[in-house]
Structure formats: C-alpha cells, structure tokens
C-alpha cells in the first residue's frame, strides 16, 4: 500500500496548527479508539507542546471496552487528561467540558487572584482525516456549527463556536496526517476507513483484514458469519470465498463475488457488526 501526504501538504498543515495553538488555552486531540497510535501524528508531541491536552478517544462505540479502559491509562498524564466518547450519540461529551475545566482550573485561579477577567477557555480541535473531528464539534455545539472543506479564494476569519458558558472551539478543526511510513499502521487506517477506498485495492484490504481478525479475534469472525472452525490451514483467500458464498454473493456460473464480499467484510468491521475490535492494546507496544 502506497498513500502518501505530499510534504508541502505537511508542512503547510504543520504551519497552520502552530498558527492557531497561539489562540487557544487547550487542545483537544481526537484519536481512533480502536487504532489510538496508529491514528496519532508521529509529531503531534512536539507540535502541541506543553499546551493542556484533552486526548478524545474517538469511535470508543466501536471499540472493545477492555482495550478502552487500558488506553485511558496509557494516555492519563500530567496535562493530558484522556476520555472516551461516542460523537455520534455524545457520550463522554460532558466529561470532556468536566476536563476542560480541571485543566484550567489553575491558571484561571491565578487569573482571578489577580483580579482579572476570567475569560472562556478556547480549545483547537486537531486529528486526521476522518477520525470524527466534524460530528464531535456539531455534537459537542449542539448544531451544525463545523464547517466542512475549505472554499478556495475565501479568506476566512476566525469563528469560535461557544459549546458552554466557559468553553469555545475554533470552528476549523486543525488536520494532521497519520503515520503512513509504518506498513501496520497504514493498513489499520485503510480497514478502519480513514483511508478512502477509491485510492487501494479493496480486494487485497479485506484479505489483509481476514488474516488479522482470524489470528487475533476468531471467535467474533466465526460467530458474525456461521464458520464452524478456522482451520490453521485455510488461506484469507478461503476464507472470504466462504463468507461470500455464506452471504449469497455469487455472479454468475455459481462463482462467488470476491469483490462485493470483500467491499461487505470492510463495511460491516466499518460499523461494528463483527464486534467491539480494538485493533491495538497498549499491551501491543511494550
Ligand atoms: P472528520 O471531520 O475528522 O474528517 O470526520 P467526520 O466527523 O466527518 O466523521 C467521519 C465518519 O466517522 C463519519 O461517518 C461519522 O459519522 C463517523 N463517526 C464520527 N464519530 C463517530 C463515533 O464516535 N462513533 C461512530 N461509530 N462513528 C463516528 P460517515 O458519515 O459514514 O462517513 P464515512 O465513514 O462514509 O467517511
């Protein structure tokens, strides 16, 4: 698999996150639950600095609760608090305001010690492409409030969108690009669909997909598609013609469609219908 970012497109990302960090007290950094590394910019650290963090870990809907659970630890820090929502029915969004506030809550002590204004806190939203970035602002707003895609040739000024009383989010999520150099994390991206299918050979992805969920999580796969047993043998190729022909996919002359079952595997591990995955652990990284 070959997908790269061109390193003009890095850089200018790069610059433009750096940019606006300068307005904003805190960063909320949205992560996919199931692939939290794989799904971080390898630079991310360095780009956001000592700056308080919110860690989303985003799609945790999607994701096994057990591996949650572990990643909170991992990701629990100093000026990191880390927290698992689903911005689709906004579960987790009021601990996202809760830690928001605990973060502040010092400097804005300090601020009224002195006699000061408190001001609202302001937060940049940043993440790779389709991590959820767009449905955690609206969900978090209350509306339809992030704005999507850039219009060419339109200079635009800064909107904040207020979700609370004490809370704003700068509507244009900062993108980063993910880590394409590693071959593992690519492919985790291309199964969980930050990858857009157009650009790689579905085929080829499920059959790296089957390989990966008959190792490491058989039970899910023979219970979603009736498979008695998952030989040691049996290649992915097998396999997918198995489920095809299970699932009716057949052209015709009896053949099984690989294509249309390979595009049907990908769309239901997509939403979950093959179960909670948590294609990595922390334990994976020690
Ligand atoms: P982005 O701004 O970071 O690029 O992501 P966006 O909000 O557009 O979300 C990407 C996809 O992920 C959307 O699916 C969205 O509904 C889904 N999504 C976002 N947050 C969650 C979540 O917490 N749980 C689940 N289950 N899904 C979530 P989509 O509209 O179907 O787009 P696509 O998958 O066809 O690209």
Known sequence: MNIQWYPGHMAKAKRKITEELKLVDIVIELLDARIPLSSRNPEVDDIVGNKNRIIVLNKSDLADPSA??????????????????DSLKGSGLKDVLSASRQLMKEKLDRLRSKGLLVKTTRALIIGIPNVGKSTFINKLAGRSAARTGDRPGVTKAKQW???SPELELLDTPGILWPKFEDKRAGMYLAFTGAIKDEIL???ELALNLLQVLAEKFPEKLKKRYKLEDIPAAVTADMLLETI???????IVGGEVD???TSAMLLDEFRGGKIGAISLETPDDFI
């Open 244 to 250: 095809g022909r299970k699932r009716g996919c057949i």
């Open 201 to 203: 050979d579905v085929n």
């Open 161 to 163: 969108i207020k979700v």
């Open 258 to 260: 690989m294509q249309r």
């Open 68 to 85: 949650n659970k572990k990643w909170l630890d991992y990701f629990n820090r100093a000026n990191t608090r880390a927290i698992l929502v």
